[in-house]
T-cell receptor, first 116, second 113 residues
Framework: AQKITQTQPGMFVQEKEAVTLDCTYDTSDPSYGLFWYKQPSSGEMIFLIYQGSYDQQNATEGRYSLNFQKARKSANLVISASQLGDSAMYFC?????????????FGKGTKLSVKP | DTAVSQTPKYLVTQMGNDKSIKCEQNLGHDTMYWYKQDSKKFLKIMFSYNNKELIINETVPNRFSPKSPDKAHLNLHINSLELGDSAVYFC????????????FGPGTRLLVL
């Protein structure tokens, strides 16, 4: 069965510093996708970044990068130059290939607080 | 130019009532989903649906039923509402039923009294 583990319920970071949010996963699928979503206090789910299991390079999107270590089954999110607006819940998620395996499986989330 | 929209945003109702939440996407996606986020912020898939196939999470009570009048809409009907149904319900869509990114609606906050 697929599983996502986020071990950090809460994190603090100083404004303008970088922060890493941890995510490990478990799957027997050879092909899968890894995602990070941001949920601010307003409640919407915002897609941040995607990494495919066969991608050779780590994904980057602006200040977000995904540190993908396939052998260790980890997909940590790195946010560089933190901003106050980055304060939110962050969810790591995974999906496999279609059918019921295509549904997103979420971790429990990490609440990030950025301090001025 | 909202991509995935849901109505209503808030829904307060009594136990035993029947209610519906509407979802529409204008992305031209083939697959739509419903997720439930509980009070501890945990998100769990309820249904996924494309033109051909409905996949139901086996833990979802049969009081919940998705209905899709067309490819751009997937509505969620809930019969005989219970206190434990109080949650935030998110609709999402993706281009195909594969590893494509899912885009979420703003959520519907349901409170059952």
């Amino acid at each position: 069965a697929q599983k996502i583990t986020q071990t950090q319920p809460g994190m603090f970071v100083q404004e303008k510093e970088a922060v890493t949010l941890d995510c490990t996963y478990d799957t027997s699928d050879p092909s899968y996708g890894l995602f990070w979503y941001k949920q601010p206090s307003s409640g919407e789910m915002i897609f941040l970044i995607y990494q495919g299991s066969y991608d050779q390079q780590n994904a980057t999107e602006g200040r977000y990068s995904l540190n993908f270590q396939k052998a260790r089954k980890s997909a940590n999110l790195v946010i560089s130059a933190s901003q106050l607006g980055d304060s939110a819940m962050y969810f790591c998620a995974m999906r496999g290939d279609g059918g019921s395996q295509g549904n997103l499986i979420f971790g429990k989330g990490t609440k990030l607080s950025v301090k001025p | 130019d909202t991509a995935v929209s849901q109505t209503p945003k808030y829904l307060v109702t009594q136990m035993g009532n029947d209610k519906s939440i509407k979802c529409e996407q204008n992305l031209g996606h083939d697959t739509m989903y419903w997720y439930k986020q509980d009070s501890k912020k945990f998100l769990k898939i309820m249904f996924s649906y494309n033109n051909k196939e409905l996949i139901i999470n086996e833990t979802v009570p049969n009081r919940f039923s998705p209905k899709s009048p067309d490819k751009a809409h997937l509505n969620l009907h809930i019969n005989s509402l219970e206190l434990g149904d109080s949650a935030v319900y998110f609709c999402a869509s993706s281009l195909r039923d594969s590893q494509e990114t899912q885009y979420f609606g703003p959520g519907t906050r349901l409170l059952v009294l």
